[in-house]
């Protein structure tokens, strides 16, 4: 009997990465050196974000997927924010809504005018302050508009409600700083790697922490929710300082059921799962390649597909959703690579090669799509729902019916489990004492001229009334 090698069939064994030609590429962007963990980049259907390198406060270019090539140096930009942004993240159920996070500690949320910007945009559609530090971390939550998640350097979690501009809930279970947050399919679980070095399965209405993990030979950087398989992925860094990847039990975290030890390089690994397609991207900060992997349920879990390589590395990425991918190519996937040193912006389409032009129906099953299962007030009275489905087939050029509507509402005092989040904050570095020196200057010179006026307005009243007395009475 002869010896025949191990041969698992996959149809996306032969998956490449195709880079777009130059002049489908995005370039004279000053692409932030911000050194924090995290993409920088976010895309959608119609728009392209990227952070940029600012001096006093922090901005974001916003340009229309079509508008490629050579982007001018005065281009418009979102900016607003006084300190560096640190994420932004498209709105999944309306186009042009954007969030975004700063060092100055407030979340912002956007509204982006049809056809793009036209001058620079400073005031926001809301503003929402609520943490006492930086907010690094921001995510919408999967199948419910109008609920947004943030993440601080206060190590909270703030769940918001943008009906009502507020926070809803506070989730105060971490005692590091949170480096990534993920959700399961329909948005129930929640969860979270922390500078701790646990990891957390949470139920975010309730902030109670379902499953913890101590994982002190695999240190946590990342993590995704791998779909509805009720597993979890991390990327981190082994007891030898090699990048490793980890695949967990959601419901039991006592030990891996995997791991993996990919590299020894030392950039921090983002990993990007497609639920449709069950394969799992692997890509490096400051490398040049992308790793792909199939997922499945049984043994060996974790099967190694193909490697897609460039020589230029890459400091963040973004991912077109599905709806707007270009299907009549095959493609499944898409990134939108950040190449600093070139102030480059580019596409690279992950492709299934096929000889047919139709349509491939087993390669895009019913996926997510831009209409929201629940309302923000049925999700936060215990309600979950899976996400709204849509064939990529025949709807993946309708717009969404979703409108955002921001809500009226005077300033006042943020109260989450009974703690004011803006009185009495100390600051806790030299950036946010001349911050706050500042703003209470300008606090200051404005009751100074307020107080003025009223002086003024005042004596007027009193002349008036000295006139009124002194003045014959008329018969």
Not at 19 to 31: L, Y
Not at 183 to 197: H, V, W, Y
Not at 415 to 428: K, S
Request: hydrophobic share 35%; proline share 6%; aromatic share 8%.
């Amino acid at each position: 009997m002869s010896w025949r090698p191990q041969y698992r069939s996959s149809k996306f064994r032969n998956v490449y990465g195709k880079v777009a030609n130059r002049e489908h590429c995005f370039d004279g962007i000053p692409i932030t050196k911000n050194v924090h963990d995290n993409h920088f980049c976010a895309v959608n259907a119609r728009f392209l974000a990227i952070v940029t390198e600012s001096a006093g406060g922090g901005s974001f270019l916003v340009i229309p997927l079509e508008q490629t090539g050579r982007i001018e140096p005065n281009y418009p930009k979102v900016c607003g924010h006084q300190g560096n942004v640190l994420d932004i993240k498209w709105n999944p159920f309306i186009d042009n809504i954007i969030a975004s996070c700063s060092e100055d500690t407030s979340v912002r949320i956007w509204e982006i005018p049809e056809g793009g910007l036209k001058r620079n945009m400073t005031e926001a559609l809301l503003e929402l302050h609520g943490h006492s530090r930086r907010v690094g971390l921001v995510e919408w939550h999967p199948t419910t508009n109008n609920i947004l998640f943030s993440a601080g350097y206060d190590y909270k979690v703030l769940i918001w409600n943008l009906d009502v501009g507020e926070p809803v809930k506070m989730i105060d279970c971490h005692t590091d700083v949170i480096l990534c947050m993920s959700f399961n399919t329909d948005g129930s679980l929640l969860t979270t790697t922390c500078k701790d070095k646990k990891l957390r399965v949470i139920e975010p209405r309730s902030g109670r922490v379902l499953q913890e993990a101590n994982c002190k030979n695999h240190r946590v950087n990342r993590v995704v929710f791998l779909g509805n398989m009720k597993r979890l992925l991390t990327t981190g860094v082994s007891r030898w300082n090699t990048r490793q990847i980890a695949l967990w039990d959601q419901e039991d975290l006592s030990m891996p059921l995997i791991e993996e030890e990919i590299d020894g390089l030392s950039g921090l690994l983002f990993p990007f799962y497609d639920a449709d397609t069950h394969m799992l991207y692997l890509a490096g900060k400051g490398d040049g390649n992308i790793r792909y992997y199939e997922i499945s349920t049984e043994k060996p879990y974790l099967s190694y597909l193909m490697e897609f390589r460039s020589p230029a590395p890459q400091k963040g990425l973004g991912v077109m959703p599905k709806h707007g991918l270009d299907v009549s190519a095959c493609e499944v996937f898409r990134f939108y690579k950040l190449v600093t040193l070139k102030g480059l912006i580019e596409p690279i389409s992950m492709i299934v090669p096929r000889r047919s032009d139709s349509y491939q129906e087993d390669i895009y099953p019913m996926t997510p799509g831009t209409e929201p299962a629940l309302t923000p007030d049925e999700w936060l009275g215990g309600i979950n729902r899976d996400p709204v489905l849509m064939s990529l087939k025949e709807g993946y050029k309708k717009s969404s019916k979703v409108v955002f509507k921001a809500p009226i509402r005077e300033k006042k005092s943020v109260v989450v489990n009974g703690i004011d989040l803006l009185e009495n904050v100390p600051p806790r570095t030299e950036n946010e004492l001349l911050r706050m020196f500042f703003r209470q200057q300008d606090e200051i010179r404005r009751l100074k001229e307020e107080l003025a006026q009223k002086d003024i307005r005042i004596r007027q009243l009193q002349l008036e009334l000295k006139n009124l007395r002194n003045s014959p009475k008329n018969c």
